[in-house]
């Protein structure tokens, strides 16, 4: 499919001309396939909300292009702002105005008809399971309440690329997976999403392709199946209780290897496969205390690149990317 939304070197630093600190973008590359989703995983400050402040037209890039609907960011930055729309990391609606007064005085903003503003409010309060809530004043509303209807708000002119920037950092489990379903349906709806976020879940699930960013650049691109594969395969791994009982296994298994209690056999994933595997550990007569199927995640790709851990490894970490 064609791309929507293209960066290419893009490079931009923060510090004094002459300052030895490295660039924020180093050269940064990346393509958004036109109704699809893309995400950028990285860790704080890699670079992934400089990418979006740059490609929204809020920063101008050092160097390098970036076009959004062929429109180029810089020379074109009006263009731009009318095909697209943004939700960062903090929530931009009034806590004093209630929900529908806060998606109707954005509506008359963006300058469309007052017939339109009414008919659209009315569409997103319902779409975003906010009707019952549309009177309420904002204050009162929970934070998973709060961030819908800030992407809501990013609806209203109906964009062609909406960018989400960490959209669903403080969530709760619930309220997170509610989120999803929300982008999910913009998707659906045909709008293009380029979505920044620390967690490893939550690309695996939204994105059709993944851009690992770290340093400032691209470090690695793919679909997350492709990603997975490049860091190894699946295994059959197999907990012992003792290290003696691992090694005695180990030889009854084709290409095993063992670390310390554990195990690990390459396996395609078949159910023939595994039996075949837990048949050959039964036959040595040592029990495993525990075993399962294990295959590469986004976390190993993750750590494997960049030698840092994701976000559900780092309990509670939390930061604005730069």
Do not use: C
């Amino acid at each position: 499919m064609a791309a929507i939304v293209t960066a290419d070197g893009l490079r931009k630093s923060f510090g004094r001309r002459g300052s030895t600190s490295p660039p924020v973008l180093d050269g940064l590359d990346l393509e958004l396939e036109e109704g699809a989703v893309l995400a950028l995983l990285g860790p704080n400050g890699a670079g992934k909300t400089t990418t979006v402040r740059i490609l929204s037209t809020l920063l101008q890039p050092d160097a390098g292009r970036a076009t959004v609907a062929g429109f180029d960011v810089v020379r074109d930055a009006r263009r731009v702002r009318e095909t697209i729309s943004l939700t960062g990391q903090q929530v931009a609606i009034d806590d004093k105005q209630s929900g529908a007064e806060n998606l109707t005085m954005m509506g008359r903003l963006a300058h469309l008809p007052r017939r339109v503003v009414r008919d659209r409010v009315a569409e997103l309060l319902d779409a975003f399971d906010l009707a019952d809530a549309a009177s309420r004043r904002v204050a009162a509303y929970s934070g998973g309440m709060r961030r819908r209807l800030d992407l809501a708000a990013g609806l209203l002119t109906r964009p062609r690329v909406m960018f989400l920037d960490e959209p669903t950092t403080g969530l709760d489990p619930r309220s997170r997976q509610a989120m999803w379903d929300v982008v999910r349906g913009v998707v659906a709806d045909g709008t293009s999403v380029l979505l920044t976020t620390q967690y490893l879940e939550e690309a695996d699930r939204l994105a059709q392709r993944v851009a690992l960013v770290d340093g400032g650049r691209v470090v690695a691109d793919g679909t997350p199946a492709q990603l997975k594969h490049e860091v190894g395969e699946a295994g059959v791994e197999l907990t012992f209780a003792s290290p003696s009982d691992a090694g005695r296994v180990a030889p009854a298994l084709t290409a095993a290897t063992v670390d310390g209690l554990r195990v690990r056999v390459p396996t395609d994933g078949s159910v023939a496969h595994v039996r075949s595997v837990l048949s050959a550990v039964e036959a040595t007569g040592v029990a495993p205390e525990h075993w399962e199927v294990r295959a590469p995640s986004l976390d190993d790709v993750f750590l494997a690149l960049t030698g840092h851990v994701g976000q559900e490894r780092t309990a509670g970490a939390t930061g604005v990317a730069a």
